[in-house]
């Protein structure tokens, strides 16, 4: 995402005070709301993997690394 709206907006310097303050305060509300989706995702995302590791450990015999890593989860406290 752009660092600012006056590198999207090519006329950015033709507005006055009051559109560029309102057009700020809508540019951090929405980097916010991708910064909130993009953390979203990456809980998604762990939860999903983590789940899928669980159930693929759980319906074959547990190898030596699904007991590893389990025991390490444990003790970090993912469960």
């Not at 907006?9 to 700020?24: C, P, Y």
């Not at 509300?29 to 762990?46: G, H, K, N």
């Not at 159930?55 to 547990?62: G, H, I, L, V, Y």
């Amino acid at each position: 995402m752009e660092d600012g709206w006056q590198s999207v907006v090519t006329s950015a310097g033709a507005l006055n005070e009051k559109h560029r303050q309102q057009q700020t305060a809508i540019w951090e509300l929405l980097s916010t709301e991708v910064a909130y989706i993009r953390t979203l995702r990456v809980i998604t995302d762990v939860s999903i993997t983590h789940t899928t590791f669980a159930d693929a450990c759980q319906m074959n015999a547990p190898s030596d690394s699904c007991q590893d890593l389990s025991s390490l989860m444990t003790t970090m406290g993912a469960n």
